[in-house]
């Protein structure tokens, strides 16, 4: 991990470090950009589907890369939210890909929406549990104890509760009334996502000007930038470009995959679109892990999921909504109570503002049963 995020030599600034296979090894898997066409192009979309998968992680770190030299120049809690948006950007496109395929083909809807409903669901419990874990242990073998604002901790933790009550109560309310419509369900999930919209916007709200101080840390500029301003918007939007062409691909593909290696689109959207489409996010809050920047490292895995439930998937409601595409915040039973279970063993675990390898562990042992739990599904 470590050579791909180390500091380049002082001198002018260039792309050449993140972009070269030479220079950061991560960068060998853009050839799965060319990969990808090729099997778009001759009909074989099953190793479409791997190969795209696989371009986006690199295209991800770069779109990460971009955001966080963007961020260098703002406040470490704006910082974190940049890293948290931008690297949730992957799950807009895959996400609006789908939904636009669920639009264009009704055939589709059933499969399309449980793909974007387990891509959300799989990003929760992927920056909670995953990216959490990894941060810690990270972060940990370096550092015996390490701390962070717990103050913070606990409002993040507790606006994650909030968050996750509009995913909760859709699917209570669907187990609840076992002959009520799916109108029904749709139409409580679009107005909880007006809901859900504001209590974000009321968070940007309170995080960035009412309550900045709360969030404001030491230790966010004492590193250099390696790319000018210009470049890492440049950076920032030329990694999207392609990762808005690699999704097209994957969510073309997505079917085709499910087919031919037996996959169940729950795993498919839970587990394996997360981890590689929130690479950005797992490397970033990972290594600022290592230098012992808890703060920035929660920012962004908390931050994230606070994103998703909070922003993300009411945009998701709302766009099915625009386009006639019924797509719910009923996730299913299932998982709610997974994402449930993140929530509350994350809350346990930072509510005292330290952290050490071991509680890392768990978060991972967590993850590790719930992924399984989702293959047999």
């Not at 791909?4 to 792309?15: D, L």
């Not at 955001?67 to 799950?91: M, Q, Y």
């Not at 996750?164 to 669907?174: D, E, M, N, T, Y």
Request: hydrophobic share 55%; charged share 10%.
């Amino acid at each position: 991990m470590s050579d791909i995020t180390e500091p380049i030599e002082e001198g002018p600034f260039s792309f050449k470090p993140f972009i070269s296979p030479l220079e950061n090894k991560l960068m060998w898997m853009l050839f799965g950009i060319p990969i990808a066409v090729y099997f778009e192009f001759s009909g074989q979309h099953g190793y479409a589907f791997f190969a795209s998968m696989v371009a986006i992680m690199p295209l991800a770190w770069l779109m990460g890369k971009g955001t966080e030299e963007i961020a260098l120049r703002t406040s470490e809690s704006l910082g974190g939210l940049l890293n948290a948006t931008f690297g949730n950007a992957v799950e807009v496109i895959i996400g609006s890909l789908a939904l636009y395929a669920a639009f264009s083909n009704p055939e589709l809807t059933e499969n399309m929406i449980i793909v974007v409903q387990a891509s959300l669901i799989g990003s929760i419990l992927g920056n909670l549990l995953l990216v959490l874990g990894l941060a810690f242990i990270w972060g940990g073998l370096k550092h015996k104890k390490q701390q962070f604002n717990a103050q913070v901790s606990q409002t993040n933790g507790s606006l994650l509760l909030l968050a996750l009550i509009g995913l909760v109560i859709p699917a209570a309310f669907a187990a609840a009334n076992e002959g009520v419509s799916n109108d029904s369900i749709v139409s409580l999930s679009r107005w909880t996502a007006i809901v859900l919209l504001v209590i974000y916007c009321l968070n940007m709200l309170f995080q960035l000007k009412t309550h900045a101080t709360l969030y404001a840390t030491d230790g966010h500029h004492d590193e250099e930038s390696e790319l000018s301003q210009k470049q890492g918007i440049i950076l920032l939007l030329v990694a999207t470009l392609f990762v808005a062409w690699m999704a097209h691909i994957l969510v073309a593909s997505i079917e085709h995959a499910a087919e031919e290696f037996n996959l169940p689109y729950l795993f498919i959207g839970v587990i394996l679109l997360p981890f590689f489409g929130n690479a950005a996010e797992h490397m970033t809050a990972v290594t600022v892990a290592r230098k012992d920047k808890m703060d920035m490292s929660i920012s962004i895995a908390v931050g994230s999921s606070i994103q998703i439930a909070l922003l993300i998937a009411p945009f998701m409601v709302l766009l099915g909504w625009a386009m006639g595409v019924g797509m719910s915040l009923q996730f299913g039973l299932f998982e709610t109570i997974t994402c449930l279970v993140a929530v509350l063993i994350t809350n346990f675990i930072i509510q005292d503002g330290e952290s050490n390898w071991f509680e890392g562990v768990m978060l991972i042992a967590t993850y590790l049963i719930i992924a399984m739990a989702f293959l047999y599904m």
